[in-house]
């Protein structure tokens, strides 16, 4: 064979990889990246009251459910009667969308339409939220935490209030849902126009003093560096969302996660942290992740990098790849140990808030049985769908999450549970319960 010829199907050969690479790329690309066409970072939603035509609201609509038919986990499991719940409800609001005499609907009724859809999903993790720096809150929370949960909203009996909430609200513990709607929905001005409640003229909350008498507090709404709030909540708004305090009275080093950020910061701060603790002495650690929201689940690994054991159970999941559920259900993690390995007593803090990623690092505490867990249970549910993909909506740039992960517990003879405390405690007394278990051991 001549050298030409040689070299003639060597660039054949070549092109043809180079040809069934490019074609392979693009399948994945089109068909299978869990990421296609999610976004990186959001751009302002529309106003509420920014009028769409119906030809646009059902667009929006129509993404959200081909979003969640393409990505979630639980369009590929058998036999789900929530798929069904969000077909019913996606057919109901294409047909029942509120027309005014124009034709037009709002972004407000899209909102409305589309977290009725997600919530059916009863995933924490799979939401549509309104993205927008204009946003309004009531003008003093002093007031409102004084006060504390309201009986009525505007008249209309809290127990109404939380029903309509329901009807959008994606979440997975009574608990979760409690907290989110006094914690964060109350007090926000879009949360109140997503239940029809009227904020034209500001909100009233309407009280119950201690010997039962109901009395009013009214609230305007303002800006959030308007909002009038305690000197302490203020003074905590500094960014810290990983430190430590070493307390030798206690025989005690406590390290605060409020975030679970898998960065340099944290492993930094941990590794001064666990030599801290071996100079001190001290034979007990508590990590507080009371309120910690999640985040990257690493930071547990790289905790238990510094406990001496060879390895952990870790929790399985199932990947939704395009039309497939790949399976991996081999989790046993082999640990690989930093210095100073740390070889007392682990304690957890935990309350409602504690959710996703923080959730997750109880679990491998509790489950592997490396420590203890100290105050409330989780906020979701071990064994529960997560790992966001971001999108936004083609017309009213509401934003939108779906989980395309499923998780099992690490026990899974505990599957269905919540990670319930080892010892039981109002959160806000967790740490103060640490020292009376240390004190009760010496």
Request: with cysteine; aromatic share 12%; hydrophobic share 40%.
């Amino acid at each position: 064979m001549s050298k030409k010829k040689i070299i003639r199907i060597a660039i054949i050969a070549v092109a043809a990889v180079l040809i069934l690479a490019g074609c392979a790329l693009f399948i994945w690309n089109r068909y299978f990246d869990p990421y296609r066409g999610t976004v990186s970072g959001f751009e302002n939603s529309l106003p509420l009251e920014t009028e769409l035509t119906v030809e646009q609201a059902q667009r929006d609509i129509a993404f959200v459910y081909a979003t969640l038919a393409e990505r979630h986990p639980m369009w590929l499991e058998d036999n789900s009667p929530r798929v069904e719940d969000v077909k019913d409800l996606y057919v109901d609001a294409l047909a029942d969308l509120s027309l005014d005499e124009d034709g037009m609907v709002t972004a407000l009724d899209v909102w409305r339409a589309v977290s009725k859809m997600t919530a059916a999903l009863g995933d924490g993790h799979t939401s549509v939220w309104w993205q927008n720096p204009d946003m309004r809150f009531i003008d003093n929370l002093i007031l409102y935490e004084t006060g504390g949960r309201p009986a009525a909203v505007n008249g209309v009996p809290i127990e109404d209030v939380l029903e309509q909430f329901r009807l959008y609200s994606s979440f997975e513990t009574e608990a979760t849902f409690l907290s989110g709607v006094f914690n964060t929905k109350l007090i926000r001005k879009h949360f109140l126009d997503l239940i029809g409640i009227d904020t034209s003229s500001g909100v009233r909350f309407t009280c119950r003093k201690d010997d039962g008498t109901l009395y009013d507090c009214w609230y305007t709404f303002v800006t959030a560096d308007n909002v009038l709030m305690a000197a302490d909540a203020e003074e905590n708004g500094d960014g810290s969302w990983v430190y430590f305090n070493i307390d030798q009275d206690a025989d005690l080093g406590v390290f605060t996660l409020k975030e679970c950020n898998w960065n340099d910061e944290y492993q930094k701060t941990l590794k001064t942290f666990f030599d801290e603790v071996a100079a001190s002495g001290v034979k007990s650690v508590a990590v507080d992740l009371r309120g910690n929201g999640g985040g990257n689940s690493q930071v547990a690994n790289e905790f238990i990098r510094y406990l001496p054991v060879d390895g952990y159970e870790s929790w399985w999941c199932d990947i939704r790849y395009g039309p497939f559920l790949k399976q991996f259900h081999n989790a046993h993690h082999k640990n690989k140990n930093a210095a100073p390995v740390f070889n007392g007593n682990v304690y957890v803090l935990t309350d409602v808030n504690t959710y996703s990623a923080a959730m997750d690092f109880a679990m491998l505490v509790k489950d592997n049985a490396l420590g203890s867990v100290v105050g409330e249970a989780s906020g979701n549910q071990p064994g529960s769908y997560g790992d966001c993909l971001y999108f936004q909506l083609p017309e009213s740039r509401l934003a939108l999450s779906v989980s395309f992960k499923k998780w099992y517990r690490v026990d899974q003879t505990k599957n269905g549970q919540l990670i319930e405390p080892d010892y039981p405690c109002a959160p806000d007394t967790a740490l103060d319960e640490v020292k009376r278990i240390i004190a009760a051991r010496r």
